[in-house]
């Protein structure tokens, strides 16, 4: 077998080879550099490159160990950045006209915690417009593109992130995950993504789009190196009002025991119509291997499923209208060069720094906290919201991880969905109520399509069962090899 070339090599592989000085950090960073060069061309998965700076970054990791001194757990291994986490470094855009020019005056303390741990950051990677998307088509900057087949889409609203790492354009990057948008796109590309429980991970300094919702979390190739970024990014933060105050579990610890006998549920209301038949082959094979090896499977419901998109765009954009309401042309952000008064200068500057799908949401938000339709659409979703809640709890009661599959297809072509919002809504049908239940939810590599696709099969747990879903996810990956597998490979 030939020696995977440094830009092949996972985040932990990588990580050990550097720390015994097997691999020069400038080198990886050329190595990934090189991908950049001769990919992002065709994939756009980046807004911004910090060639110089990564170099430099690495070259003074090397140093540091050269000298003997103690490196962190992510020392010289290059990552990349959704472009709605701010930085000092760069612009933080969230792909939006209105925030092109925007520099942050600080980092996230997600991006404190990286760059602790010895990471360097290769670049910002597109998204969906203020992450309000599932293609990443709604990006100012123009659409990213899948890496295993340039004429689909990579899933939204994270698709930069997630194209990037598929890509071996970056060993491993962040993504952020309101309704779907970490692990939908780590299925359409190939990838692993998680989406930790709510408070887990510190929100402070990500640029909000519904925040009750949102969550910061780890794109990786495989499953050990998203427990090894989840370790750095996770715990309290006082920065963070909702952030959880307990310190967390080392998920690496016990990531290659196999897991006990497990309770695998199987919820009905994922299983019927609009799942494609070549999803739903490959969800039921990945269960008779769990069956195989000794886990138990049980049907349960989520009755309340039906309702999850509806509550979804209810909430979301309802949270997204007020968040966005800073942006007004004043204080910061777009400002427009032709406004006859004050009113004018909001109207204008918000309409043409905002595009269509961001003003879409912020209407059916501000209708739906507007007066006279709170009750009848916001706190009626809200109420809904407790109900789904309700559905995962009683599920969790008669299983340990809820199984599904992540999509209800494989990655559709570019422009397939644009002019309908409705389909492209739907596109997030199984990833929704993760998020307005809090629970932790991720999305593997399990299996292609004949057309030669990705395919995501998700695991959902309770709260804070992050090390469980770890677990069973990594035994379900070292006795596979889809995650091993990368664009431009016969699948």
């Known amino acids: 077998m030939t020696e995977p070339s440094t830009a092949d090599l996972s985040a932990f592989e990588l990580a050990a080879k550097i720390s015994r000085r097997e691999i020069k950090a400038v080198d990886a960073a050329h190595a990934y550099l090189n991908r950049v060069k001769s990919q992002d061309a065709k994939i756009h998965a980046f807004n ?41 470094k760069g612009h933080t855009t969230c792909s939006s006209k209105m925030l092109q020019n925007f520099q942050s005056p600080y980092d996230a303390t997600v991006v404190t915690r990286l760059k602790a741990a010895g990471a360097l950051v290769v670049g910002k990677t ?31 609203s994270s698709g930069g992130s997630a194209a990037a790492v598929a890509a071996r354009m970056c060993a491993a990057a962040l993504g952020s ?56 990014i996770a715990g309290p933060d006082a920065k963070d009002s909702t952030s959880w105050p307990q310190t967390p579990p080392d998920y690496l610890r016990d990531i290659d025991r196999p897991p006990e006998k497990l309770r ?4 009905k209301e994922f299983f019927g119509e609009g799942l494609s038949p070549e999803v739903s082959k490959a969800i039921h094979k990945a269960v008779d291997f769990f069956r195989g090896h000794g886990a138990e499977i049980v049907e349960v419901s989520l009755p309340h499923t039906r309702y999850g998109i509806a509550a979804y765009y209810v909430i979301a954009p309802a949270e997204a209208s007020s968040n966005l309401a800073r942006y007004d042309g004043v204080h910061y952000g777009h400002r427009t ?3 006859e008064d004050l009113i004018d200068l909001y109207a204008a500057s918000r309409a043409e720094g905002f595009g269509p799908e961001v003003q879409r949401r912020i209407m059916l ?91 995501g099969m998700q695991l959902l747990g309770p709260l804070f069962s992050e090390t469980v879903l770890l677990r069973l996810a990594r035994f379900y990956e070292t006795a596979h090899d889809w995650h091993r597998r990368k664009p431009g490979d016969d699948v």
């Open 48 to 88: 911004e490159i910090y060639a110089e700076d990564l170099l430099a970054a690495a070259e003074m990791v090397d140093r540091s160990l050269d000298a003997g001194e103690k490196s962190g757990p992510l020392a010289g291994v290059p990552i990349a950045l959704k472009d709605n986490l701010c930085t000092l």
């Open 126 to 156: 597109n998204l969906d417009e203020f992450a309000m998307g599932s293609s990443t088509e709604n990006s100012a900057f123009g659409p990213t593109r899948n890496p295993w087949n340039p004429n689909c889409v990579p899933g939204g």
């Open 177 to 232: 995950d309101t309704g779907g948008s970490i692990r939908q796109p780590a299925a359409l590309c190939g990838i692993v993504g998680l989406k930790p429980t709510y408070g887990l991970v510190s929100r402070y300094g990500l640029v909000a789009f519904a925040s009750s919702l949102d969550q910061i979390g780890p794109m990786t190739r495989d499953v050990r190196d998203a427990a090894l970024f989840l370790n750095v």
């Open 264 to 267: 695998i549920g199987l919820p």
């Open 337 to 339: 060069a032709h406004a």
């Open 365 to 455: 938000g501000t209708y739906a906290l507007s007066s006279g339709y709170y009750d009848a659409y916001y706190l009626r979703a809200q109420k809904v919201r407790q109900l789904i809640k309700a559905d995962f709890d009683h599920a969790f009661k008669a299983c340990d991880v809820i199984l599904s599959p992540t999509t209800p297809d494989v990655a559709f072509e570019l422009g397939a969905k644009s002019g309908d919002p409705l389909a492209m809504y739907l596109c997030d049908v199984f990833t929704v109520t993760c998020n307005i239940a809090g629970i932790p939810g991720m999305s593997l590599p399990c299996g292609f399509s004949p057309s030669g696709l990705p395919i």
